[in-house]
């Protein structure tokens, strides 16, 4: 078949990272002067988030209803597996790309899919929902798919050890970031004194552990803790001790607040136990902001010397870092230096070529 179908039915109104990915992949591939046609399925909760859609010629646009949304939860994860299970059927000889393991095609030869991490895996206590998916499935369908995509190479080992695929079929291809939309403040010109936490408030990210450790210093620096991003906000209100500081809960945010928000936070911390990529340390570099950064899993590969590391499961470590970080002039200007460099080594049009290269490997294996 003469087409590629991009399956982005992942993308909602409030984009997680994976929405992030694929709203942002699929943008920098339909803007290449490049002959091929393009099928893109989207629901229809993500028709603000995919409005570029409508601009380029060489696109068919299909709308499902939005109870297949991430919006929805389990019921929507659910139908969008099922859901890409048809798209196998309806398209047996085309090129498919599905941008994460909760819209892979079990049985489809010419597929490319991207599995950003192994969590349920590792964290199988917190995703009861998944862990059978992925434990009994999620293998089967890679070892037959036609590519499978990792957003780095921590990630790629642990499929390898995991499922065993062909290494011949296997891909890293680093994930870009969006780059500010403002002029970057410069740090002397920072005056909002926050300490930032951006992201899912699930418990690998370790939100909790942030909270204790920062109510250990509070009492020397200035600074609150400002926690951003959607999740069981009430169970961390009841985890967090209490003392000295202010910890300020303000929920999910759009593209436009997080980048005001990454522009003037004195500090970035994000001590996640484990991380597949980690869009936002690389987001807050590009904006000039000091990054404090776990040492796990894909972190020391993405974030490399432009962060400050610390042990998640220490508290001493992480309150120690975001002192070091806030008081220390010479670390400040190094990680905010150093940010700059490693953040512009990320961009998503490099992603996409490499993406469009998968793409033509497996569409050698259609002929």
């Known amino acids: 078949m003469d087409f590629i179908l991009l399956n982005a039915t992942c993308v909602g109104e409030k984009p997680d990272g994976i929405a992030v990915y694929c709203r942002e992949l699929v943008q920098r591939l339909l803007a290449k002067k490049q002959n091929k046609h393009y099928i893109v399925y989207i629901?229809?909760?993500?028709?603000?988030?995919?409005?570029?859609?409508?601009?380029?010629?060489?696109?068919?646009?299909?709308?499902?209803?939005?109870?297949?949304?991430?919006?929805?939860?389990?019921?929507?994860?659910?139908?969008?597996?099922?859901?890409?299970?048809?798209?196998?059927?309806?398209?047996?000889?085309?090129?498919?790309?599905?941008?994460?393991?909760?819209?892979v095609a079990l049985r489809h030869r010419y597929?490319?899919?991207?599995?950003?991490?192994?969590?349920?895996?590792?964290?199988?206590?917190?995703?009861?929902?998944?862990?059978?998916?992925?434990?009994?499935?999620?293998?089967s369908a890679l070892r037959y798919a036609g590519a499978v995509i990792t957003p780095s190479n921590h990630t790629m080992k642990m499929i390898k050890k995991q499922f065993h695929p062909e290494v011949g079929k296997l891909f890293t291809i680093h994930n870009g970031i969006k780059l500010p939309d403002t002029k970057t403040l410069n740090d002397t010109k920072r005056k909002e004194n926050f300490i930032l936490y951006l992201g899912r408030?699930?418990?690998?990210?370790?939100?909790?552990?942030?909270?204790?450790?920062?109510?250990?210093?509070?009492?020397?620096?200035?600074?609150?803790?400002?926690?951003?991003?959607?999740?069981?906000i009430e169970i961390l209100k009841n985890s967090d001790p209490g003392g000295q500081g202010i910890v300020e809960f303000i929920g999910y945010v759009s593209d436009e607040k997080v980048d005001k928000l990454l522009t003037t936070?004195?500090?970035?911390?994000?001590?996640t136990f484990y991380e597949g990529f980690g869009f936002p340390p690389l987001e807050a570099m590009a904006r000039g902001c000091p990054v404090v950064v776990s040492n796990v899993a894909s972190l020391p590969e993405i974030c490399g010397e432009a962060a400050l590391y610390v042990d998640p499961r220490s508290l001493d470590s992480i309150a120690d870092a975001m002192i070091k970080a806030i008081k220390n002039e010479?670390?400040?200007?190094?990680?905010?230096?150093?940010?700059?460099?490693?953040?512009?080594?990320?961009?998503?049009?490099?992603?996409?070529?490499?993406?469009?290269?998968?793409?033509?490997?497996?569409?050698?294996?259609?002929?």
């Open 201 to 232: 408030l699930s418990p690998t990210k370790n939100v909790a552990g942030l909270i204790n450790a920062y109510r250990e210093i509070a009492d020397q620096v200035p600074h609150k803790l400002v926690i951003a991003g959607s999740g069981d």
């Open 265 to 271: 936070a004195a500090l970035f911390v994000f001590p």
């Open 43 to 103: 629901n229809s909760k993500g028709i603000n988030e995919m409005s570029f859609l409508t601009q380029k010629r060489n696109v068919t646009i299909y709308i499902i209803p939005g109870w297949f949304s991430p919006d929805h939860g389990f019921i929507g994860h659910l139908l969008r597996l099922l859901f890409s299970q048809y798209l196998a059927l309806r398209f047996p000889r085309a090129i498919i790309f599905n941008p994460s393991p909760l819209e």
């Open 330 to 367: 010479s670390i400040r200007t190094n990680l905010i230096q150093n940010g700059y460099e490693r953040a512009n080594q990320f961009t998503w049009q490099r992603s996409a070529d490499k993406h469009l290269k998968v793409f033509d490997f497996v569409q050698k294996g259609i002929k």
């Open 111 to 139: 597929q490319a899919v991207m599995v950003h991490d192994l969590i349920p895996l590792l964290f199988p206590d917190d995703h009861r929902k998944q862990i059978h998916f992925y434990k009994y499935l999620l293998g």
